[in-house]
Antibody
Framework: QVQLQESGPGLVKPSETLSLTCTVS????????WSWIRQPPGKGLEWLGY?????????NYNPSLKSRITISVDTSKNQFSLKVNFVTAADTAVYYC???????????????WGQGTMVTVSS | SYELTQPPSVSVSPGQTASITCSGD??????ASWYQQKPGQSPLLVIY???KRPSGIPERFSGSNSGNTATLTISGTQAIDEADYYC?????????FGGGTQLTVL
């Protein structure tokens, strides 16, 4: 049973970079699409982007944040990461990492989720 | 940008059928998924590819998608089904979520 665990700082200053890591256990990071999704307090879900590793990492980002985010993968650690540059208070949210339900399907449902980690942007 | 619209809230009596709608332009031409989220928990996939249930999801959860509307139906609703429900679809290469519906069982 694959499990996901997010980790990273809970507090980030405005204009700095938010960095989070998702550790995958119980399965390989290869052959699936891995996403980051966030949820501001009391609000709905927003997909940020995904990465797919099959020899090399291919990415796809939400156009609304494309200029500020980077998703990367470290296969040696079975982890993938998120960076959001130039954060503001609007980036305050619970950040989830998630895996596609079906292997090798980029436009599938999100079948496995991490527990989420709260990130607050404040000075 | 593509939008999915859900009613903010739906109420249902225990044992009755709850229907939660999700509207979007030509949504029937895309696959819709549904997620259940209870307070303080991560979302849980309950329906994918319009009508399919992941392993472990009770049969009382079902889905449909046609025209501009996808619908999540919960038959014989139980108190444990009280949660927020989100629909989701892919618009080209971007995943889009609905705003969520709070289901109250009373």
């Amino acid at each position: 049973q694959v499990q996901l665990q997010e980790s990273g700082p809970g507090l980030v200053k405005p204009s700095e970079t938010l960095s989070l890591t998702c550790t995958v256990s119980g399965g390989s990071i290869s052959s699936y699409y891995w996403s980051w999704i966030r949820q501001p307090p009391g609000k709905g879900l927003e997909w940020l982007g995904y990465i797919y590793y099959s020899g090399s990492g291919s990415t796809n980002y939400n156009p609304s944040l494309k200029s500020r985010i980077t998703i990367s993968v470290d296969t040696s650690k079975n982890q993938f990461s998120l960076k959001v540059n130039f954060v503001t208070a609007a980036d305050t949210a619970v950040y989830y990492c998630a895996r596609a339900h079906t292997a090798a399907d980029p436009f599938d449902a999100f079948g496995v989720w991490g527990q989420g980690t709260m990130v607050t942007v404040s000075s | 940008s593509y939008e999915l619209t859900q009613p903010p809230s739906v109420s249902v009596s225990p044992g009755q059928t709850a229907s939660i709608t999700c509207s979007g332009d030509k949504l029937g031409n895309k696959y819709a998924s549904w997620y259940q989220q209870k307070p303080g928990q991560s979302p849980l996939l309950v329906i994918y590819q319009d009508t399919k249930r992941p392993s472990g999801i009770p049969e009382r959860f079902s889905g449909s998608n046609s025209g501009n509307t996808a619908t999540l139906t919960i038959s014989g609703t139980q108190a444990i089904d009280e949660a927020d429900y989100y629909c989701q679809a892919w618009d080209s290469t971007t995943a889009v979520f609905g705003g969520g519906t709070q289901l109250t069982v009373l």
